[in-house]
């Protein structure tokens, strides 16, 4: 799922990113690409929270949908668009199979290596890079 996010920005101040359908959840950063990865992290928590307390997850509107309703025009004033993944983070690792060229492979093995991580550590971090920006 991809949620619609506006990004805002005042003078001396962060840029700020709210979420029109999930009320409550905010994010900032010092450039756009910081806030919108923070705002990664603040979809992904505020989902968790709302599901720990038993609460609905509202589902993502599409964009024309949010740019066309008129209880958003204020927010939407001056603001940026980004849509940002939700990224659920489920507290468990599952075990998969997957086919990578071999050259491929040891070029990963040998680049979790230089940075001390496993085989699935490197790949997760990667997709996850890949799936945010």
């Known amino acids: 799922m991809r949620y619609i996010a506006f990004i805002h920005k005042d003078p001396d101040s962060a840029y700020g990113v709210s979420f029109p359908d999930i009320p409550g959840c905010f ?7 910081e806030a919108v990865r923070n705002a990664v992290d603040a979809l992904s928590g505020h989902v968790g929270m709302l599901e ?11 964009f024309d949908a949010i740019m066309n ?3 958003l025009e204020e927010d939407r004033d001056g603001a ?3 849509v940002v993944p939700l990224v659920r983070d489920r ?3 599952t075990r998969i199979n997957v086919s990578l060229d071999l050259g491929l492979l040891e070029a990963i093995d040998a680049a979790a290596r230089d940075r001390g991580q496993t085989r699935s550590a490197f790949l997760a971090s990667a997709a996850r890079r890949e799936i945010v920006d």
């Open 27 to 33: 994010s900032a950063g010092d450039t756009i690409d």
């Open 69 to 71: 309703d008129p209880e």
């Open 52 to 62: 720990a307390d038993g609460d609905p997850v509202p589902a993502p509107r599409d």
């Open 80 to 82: 940026m668009t980004t």
């Open 91 to 93: 507290g468990s690792t």
